[in-house]
């Protein structure tokens, strides 16, 4: 089967097609027909060589949909057939997939495999972000840094879902604001100048009650400024690859009454694997009633995959990218 391989710390250069042997799934593991792969920051990240995301060669690739192909041996709760997602053990951006069978979750009917692809790491990490990280209360005033990407867009349209509450996003460039402001925050600033007073004052001076940050301890200080009394901070990500900084000294999170907490899928699939693939069905469920549509831009086949990781790791993606690796559905 055809698999997509990085063979060493780089860019699209790096990346090759390879044939490569099918996985044979053992206990509580089942074999994927991958129809779509999620595209998602942390490939970019293994990509260019971040300590701790990849060794050599990597298989990307954590989130996909598609059926079901074959059954470890004590899998009992899925068939050969269904339509699924999972959160595979690496190397998604393949032919065939193996996953956790806890960690594969069916797929509704009326929902289809490319917008389910985004489910398993992008939504589910949009989801966890907000309810258990996050703890939105319906009204919240929640600023996203990095608004226009896959997460972020994919926050803006959950918040309504959750009760609704006022969105703020910022981006690196200005000419991805009507790419946020399309997933539904009302205000979207540019991080090329300083947005701390804009925000501060269009949010009457109080701040805001839950910022989420993927850009490692860079806006920090911006959060901590900004946020409400009460306020809760989630950093998830370290987009710019920058040395993290020492958090802020104990006093001025006591004075603020404020929270500085992390959030890693990662490290809930190793640890809490039935929270992640509590989260998707949650969200399956979402698409399949309506409630939640999510445009993918469709990436036509694996060999298409490193140019679209071009435009992730130059900050020129916007919204959710999926690629098409199987048969459609
Ligand atoms: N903790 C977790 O479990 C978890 C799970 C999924 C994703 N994440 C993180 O969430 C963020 C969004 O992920 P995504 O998959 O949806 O990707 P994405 O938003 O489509 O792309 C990453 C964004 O990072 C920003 N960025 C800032 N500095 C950058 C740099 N030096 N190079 C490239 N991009 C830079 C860019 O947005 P702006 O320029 O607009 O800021 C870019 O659009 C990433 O940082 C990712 O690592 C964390």
């Not at 319906?138 to 803006?156: F, N």
């Not at 879902?161 to 402001?181: F, Q, Y």
Request: glycine fraction near 14%.
């Amino acid at each position: 089967m055809r698999a997509l391989v990085m063979t060493a710390p780089g860019g699209a250069e790096n990346s090759v097609l390879a044939e490569i042997d099918e996985p044979v799934p053992g206990p509580g593991e089942v074999t994927i027909d991958v129809a779509h792969a999620g595209l998602n920051f942390v490939d970019v990240m293994a990509r260019r060589g971040d300590a701790g995301y990849a060794s050599w060669p990597h298989r990307p690739g954590l989130e996909v949909s598609g059926t079901v192909r074959a059954l470890g041996p004590d899998v009992h709760d899925l068939t050969v057939g269904d339509r699924v997602v999972a959160v595979p053990k690496g190397a998604g951006m393949s032919e065939i997939a193996l996953a956790a069978a806890e960690l594969t979750v069916p797929v509704p009917d009326g929902v289809g495999l490319a917008e389910a692809a985004a489910t398993p790491l992008g939504l589910a990490t949009s989801l966890l972000l907000l309810t258990e990280a996050g703890r939105f209360n319906p009204g919240d005033t929640v600023l996203v840094h990095s608004a226009s990407g896959g997460i972020g867009t994919a926050i803006a349209r959950l918040v309504p879902l959750l009760g609704g509450g006022r969105l703020i996003g910022t981006v690196g460039r200005p000419e991805k604001i009507a790419e946020a402001e399309r997933a539904g925050y009302q205000l979207v600033l540019a991080r090329d100048s300083d947005p701390t007073e804009a925000i501060r004052s269009a949010t009457g001076g109080r701040g805001v009650d839950l910022v989420l940050d993927p850009l490692g301890t860079t806006a920090l200080g911006l959060d901590l400024d900004l946020a409400a009394p009460g306020g809760r901070v989630v950093l998830f990500g370290n987009a710019t690859g920058a040395p993290i900084d020492a958090l802020p000294p104990v006093e001025r999170l006591l004075r603020g009454n404020l929270t500085i907490s992390g959030f890693s899928h990662r490290g809930l699939v190793a640890d809490a694997p039935t929270r992640v693939a509590a989260a998707v069905s949650r969200i399956l469920g979402f698409l399949a009633d309506g409630r939640l549509t999510l445009p993918v831009t469709e990436v036509p086949g694996l060999a298409d995959i490193p140019a679209a990781h071009d435009l992730l790791a130059e900050g020129r993606g916007t919204g959710k990218y999926v690629a098409r690796i199987g048969a459609a559905g």
